[in-house]
């Protein structure tokens, strides 16, 4: 079973889009249960451009959550965060 329905990714890319990114990932930390939106900063970011990723903190960093990717731009929908921080090894502070 999927962590969120379609109409609720796509509610949460709709309130992304007209209200932006905490916005939207606060109504998918809603969805989820989740214990708040977290920022994991990437070692090539700067005060104006982020390339870490966003995420719904799920209290493991192996559990599946919704984390949208700025490097990319884009959403995951059920990935662990840890694993990308292990796939991206040494990308992340």
Excluded: C
């Excluded at 490097?71 to 292990?86: A, D, I, S």
């Amino acid at each position: 079973m999927a962590l969120l329905t379609s109409e609720q990714r796509n509610e949460v890319r709709h309130q992304t889009a007209w209200l932006g990114l905490e916005h939207g990932m606060g109504i998918a930390n809603a969805y989820l249960g989740g214990h708040g939106v977290e920022y994991a900063a990437h070692v090539d970011d700067t005060p104006s451009t982020r390339y870490g990723f966003t995420y719904v903190n799920m209290g493991d960093p192996y559990r599946p959550t919704v984390l949208y990717d700025h490097k990319f731009e884009t959403f995951h929908w059920e990935m662990p965060w840890g694993n990308l921080v292990e796939a991206r090894e040494g990308e992340y502070l």
